[in-house]
């Protein structure tokens, strides 16, 4: 569960996991869900290494979590988004590579033009029917494209690049509470710091929840809303 709107709740031990000391419990509450599900694609079953390239779609809560521990590998990242401004955020943050979506709609030849022809070694795909074909088209051979979200949809892909460039298709649901613990001895080494957008307080929680929902609607919405 990654949010409670109550004051005391009792939970069995298990259900808990202690967080860095140095995050506000603000930052904390961004890490059971978007944190996760970037730790699960890209370290978990990515295994990233140094001098890897990921391609990271957008600049939502998975793809800035995604940016963060694909730096913290010394990865190098090719960042998409619709928004200049954003890309540039994303640059002060690490990204090596950037692409606006909407000028560069074949962003998947801009993907190879960068890595020279070779692809990139892990898509963080969060698009669906709109992306998915070209984040498959971005990987190299025998690249992984770790499937998270569905933004746009669901629609038909075309299964042959997959099978002729030996491409893993994997979908990541969250992850483990093993896999939050490993993140999180991570997150206190690196003395990551999570990128909010706004928290609210208790009292004003009806309006968060609104606020929360037209905040994803917007086209400017950087970060992660609590
Ligand atoms: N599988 C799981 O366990 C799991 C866990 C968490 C989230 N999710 C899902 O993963 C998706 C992303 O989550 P999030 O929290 O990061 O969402 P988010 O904060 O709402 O961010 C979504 C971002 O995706 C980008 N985007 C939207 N349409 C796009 C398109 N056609 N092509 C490329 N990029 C596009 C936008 O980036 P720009 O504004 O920069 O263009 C947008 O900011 C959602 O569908 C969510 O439900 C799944």
């Given amino acids: 569960m990654t949010a409670l709107l109550a004051e005391y709740v009792v939970l069995p031990e298990r259900a808990v996991i202690p967080f860095p000391a140095h995050l506000s419990y603000e930052e904390a509450a961004t890490l059971p869900d978007a944190a996760v599900t ?26 800035l979590f995604a940016l963060q521990f694909a730096k913290l590998h010394s990865a190098t990242v090719i960042q998409t988004s619709s928004s200049d401004e954003k890309l540039q955020q994303a640059r002060a943050m690490g990204a090596d590579h950037l ?13 190879m033009r960068i890595t020279g022809g070779g692809g990139v070694d892990i898509v963080v795909e969060v698009g669906g029917a ?22 746009s949809g669901f629609g038909k892909i075309d299964p042959l690049p997959l099978m002729t460039r030996s491409i893993r298709l994997l979908g990541i649901h969250v992850g483990s509470a093993d896999m939050f613990r490993a993140m999180n001895r991570a997150i206190a080494a690196t003395a990551l710091h999570p990128v909010n957008a706004r928290a609210f307080t208790f009292e004003h929680a009806t309006y968060a929840y609104a606020y929360a929902y037209n905040f994803q609607q917007s086209p400017s919405h950087f970060g992660i809303c609590l």
């Fill in 38 to 63: 970037a730790w699960h694609a890209l370290v978990e079953f990515g295994r990233i290494r140094a001098g890897q390239t990921v391609l990271l779609l957008g600049t939502g809560g998975v793809c």
């Fill in 99 to 111: 692409i606006n979506y909407n000028n560069t709609p074949d962003w998947d030849e801009e993907v």
């Fill in 130 to 151: 709109q992306t998915l074909e070209r984040s498959i088209r971005s990987a190299r051979f025998g690249g992984l494209v770790a499937l998270i979200g569905l933004i």
